[in-house]
C-alpha cells in the first residue's frame, strides 16, 4: 500500500507562485510514474504534469512553460513549481502513483490551491 500526502496549496494572486509537494510513504520512484491531477468544481479531473520512474516529464498544454514536476527521491517526494499562475489554475490538486507491475493506482488526498485577487 503506498499512502501520498499533499502539501504546498494555498490562496495565491494572479500572477504568483506556488510549490505543492507529494511525500510518498517509501522509495518507490523506480517503480512508479507520479503525476499531479487537478479537479475544478463541476469538472472533470484532468491531467497536470507526470514524471515516470524513468525521469521523464509531460505536461498538459494548458500548464506548458509556467508547471515544472521535480522529484527528491531522498526525501521521496514530488513537487509541482507552478508560475504565473492564473484563476483558470484554481483546483485541487491530487498525487497520484500508478504502475503496471502489477497494475495498481493511489491517490493522495488532495490540495486546494485558490488563485485570485
Known amino acids: 500500500q503506498v499512502q501520498l500526502v499533499e502539501s504546498g496549496g494555498g490562496l495565491v494572486q494572479p500572477g504568483g507562485s506556488l510549490r505543492l509537494s507529494c511525500a510518498a510513504s517509501g522509495s518507490i520512484f523506480n517503480s512508479y510514474a507520479i503525476s499531479w491531477y487537478r479537479q475544478a468544481p463541476g469538472k472533470q479531473r484532468q491531467l497536470v504534469a507526470r514524471i515516470t520512474s524513468g525521469g521523464s516529464t509531460n505536461y498538459a498544454d494548458s500548464v506548458k512553460g509556467r508547471f515544472t514536476i521535480s522529484r527528491d527521491v531522498a526525501k521521496n517526494t514530488v513537487y509541482l513549481q507552478m508560475n504565473s499562475l492564473k484563476p483558470e489554475d484554481t483546483a485541487v490538486y491530487y498525487c497520484?502513483?500508478?504502475?503496471?507491475?502489477?497494475?495498481?493506482?493511489?491517490w493522495g488526498q488532495g490540495t486546494q490551491v485558490t488563485v485570485s485577487s
Open positions: 497520484y502513483a500508478d504502475t503496471s507491475t502489477p497494475p495498481s493506482g493511489y
